[in-house]
T-cell receptor
């Protein structure tokens, strides 16, 4: 399977702890996106990369959130000092520059207790 | 940000009937639209797309209609099956950005 892969699938953490999620995009895709989704809502944009460059971040994104894509392949999303409001599904998606289709991973479900 | 909304949050249909899911978008400059299907515990899955220079596109059992005059998008599913039960999202694309609506939950009654 060469789709978008996300790890872990589930993460339970205590408030105040740091968490890190990983995304492996489709190998030939140079664009990678992070979204957050809460129950009953559509995916909400967080940030996106073209190759290793982070080109855009949501203005709603707290400075506790940081994302990297150091070699233009996999990406990590870190949340520092987690809060209960961070509980959500974190989705990663990738696309090529030519095609506008986004391919999503299965997401990481975060629960902050 | 962009506003992409759906008229009905839930829809129930009998198996074998046709389903119509509607979506309103706000940015008349969006040049591309996509419908996604999301099953429980999974990421959104691409269904069908349409460019702004088209008003209709057909796939296998699905048809997307685009009315740019009223900024409205619809997804028609023919002969709905139990496996079609999911949440459906429309997304409008502007440049490299994808904006998603709230979603419609489709339930197929056997």
């Amino acid at each position: 399977d060469t789709g978008v892969s996300q790890n872990p699938r589930h993460k339970i953490t205590k408030r105040g702890q740091n968490v890190t999620f990983r995304c492996d995009p489709i190998s030939e895709h140079n664009r990678l996106y992070w979204y957050r989704q809460t129950l009953g809502q559509g995916p909400e944009f967080l940030t996106y990369f073209q190759n290793e460059a982070q080109l855009e971040k949501s203005r709603l994104l707290s400075d506790r959130f940081s994302a990297e894509r150091p070699k233009g392949s996999f990406s990590t999303l870190e949340i520092q000092r987690t809060e209960q409001g961070d509980s959500a599904m974190y989705l990663c998606a990738s696309s090529s520059t030519q095609a506008k289709k986004l391919f999503f991973g299965s997401g990481t479900q975060l629960s902050v207790l | 940000g962009e506003s992409v909304g759906l008229h009905l949050p839930t829809l129930s249909v009998q198996e074998g009937d046709n389903s119509i899911i509607n979506c309103a978008y706000s940015n008349s400059a969006s040049d591309y639209f996509i419908w996604y299907k999301q099953e429980s515990g999974k990421g959104p899955q691409f269904i069908i797309d349409i460019r702004s220079n088209m008003d209709k596109r057909q796939g296998q059992r699905v048809t997307v209609l685009l009315n740019k005059t009223v900024k409205h998008l619809s997804l028609q599913i023919a002969a709905t099956q139990p496996g079609d039960s999911a949440v459906y999202f429309c997304a409008e694309v502007g440049g490299s950005q994808f904006y998603f609506g709230t979603g419609t939950s489709l339930t197929v009654i056997p």
